[in-house]
T-cell receptor, first 112, second 114 residues
Framework: GDSVTQMEGPVTLSEEAFLTINCTYT??????LFWYVQYPGEGLQLLLK?????DKGSNKGFEATYRKETTSFHLEKGSVQVSDSAVYFC???????????FGPGTRLSVLP | GAVVSQHPSWVICKSGTSVKIECRSL??????MFWYRQFPKQSLMLMAT?????????EQGVEKDKFLINHASLTLSTLTVTSAHPEDSSFYIC??????????FGPGTRLTVL
C-alpha cells in the first residue's frame, strides 16, 4: 500500500537556521502531496501542497517541490523562527482528497 | 479553506462511561468526514470514514461497536466512544474532504479515561 517516510526527529535548530525535513513516498498512480503542521495541543493545519510532478508548494516561507523521479517532497525554509516550533507531517492522498496517508511526523524545536 | 470545529476540546471521564465527540463543518457541506486517532508523539491513524446518511466505513482493527459514528447531516458527524477504558485515552481529530483534493482538520479532542 501507499506509505510516507519522514526523517526522524526531533530536529533542534537555532533561530534563522536553514531547515530541511526529508519526506519520501511510495504510491500507485499520481498522488497529491501535502505538508501539515501541528502546534502543541492543536489539530493539523495545511502548510502547503502540490498536486503534480514538479509543482512547488509554498507558504509562510516554507517550500517543497514534488519530485516524481525521486518520489520526494522535502520541506525547506531558509530562516526558521521560534514560532515555527511544531510537529510537521508529510502526507499523500489520491486525487479525490481521500485516502490520506500520513508520515510519522517530525518534531521541530527552534531555539532563540 | 473550510472551517471545522470539534466539541468538546477536552474531556475526562470515568472508565465504563460513554463519551460523544462532535465534529461540525461550519462553512461547507461535507458528505464525507474522517475520524483519526493520534497517540502521544505519533502520527494520525485513520479510524473511519463517515458518510452522510449511510453507515461509516471502519478501518481494519477498529471496533465499530465501540466507536460509534453518526453522520446525520451534512454539517455534523459524531463519534461516540462507548464503555471507555484508559487505553482509549487519545487525541481524536476529525476532518472533512474538500472538492480540491485536500482535507481540513478540526482542532482535535483530547480524551482522558480514568
Amino acid at each position: 500500500g501507499d506509505s510516507v517516510t519522514q526523517m526522524e526527529g526531533p530536529v533542534t535548530l537555532s533561530e534563522e537556521a536553514f531547515l530541511t525535513i526529508n519526506c519520501t513516498y511510495t504510491a500507485t498512480g499520481y498522488p497529491s502531496l501535502f505538508w501539515y503542521v501541528q502546534y502543541p495541543g492543536e489539530g493539523l493545519q495545511l502548510l502547503l501542497k502540490a498536486t503534480k510532478a514538479d509543482d512547488k508548494g509554498s507558504n509562510k516561507g516554507f517550500e517543497a517541490t514534488y519530485r516524481k523521479e525521486t518520489t520526494s517532497f522535502h520541506l525547506e525554509k531558509g530562516s526558521v523562527q521560534v514560532s515555527d516550533s511544531a510537529v510537521y507531517f508529510c502526507a499523500l492522498s489520491d486525487n479525490y482528497g481521500q485516502n490520506f496517508v500520513f508520515g510519522p511526523g517530525t518534531r521541530l524545536s527552534v531555539l532563540p | 479553506g473550510a472551517v471545522v470545529s470539534q466539541h468538546p476540546s477536552w474531556v475526562i471521564c470515568k472508565s465504563g462511561t460513554s463519551v460523544k465527540i462532535e465534529c461540525r463543518s461550519l462553512d461547507f457541506q461535507a458528505t464525507t468526514m474522517f475520524w483519526y486517532r493520534q497517540f502521544p508523539k505519533q502520527s494520525l491513524m485513520l479510524m473511519a470514514t463517515s458518510n452522510e446518511g449511510s453507515k461509516a466505513t471502519y478501518e481494519q482493527g477498529v471496533e465499530k461497536d465501540k466507536f460509534l459514528i453518526n453522520h446525520a447531516s451534512l454539517t455534523l458527524s459524531t463519534l461516540t466512544v462507548t464503555s471507555a477504558h484508559p487505553e482509549d485515552s487519545s487525541f481524536y481529530i476529525c476532518s472533512e474532504a474538500s472538492s480540491y483534493n485536500e482535507q481540513f482538520f478540526g482542532p482535535g479532542t483530547r480524551l482522558t479515561v480514568l
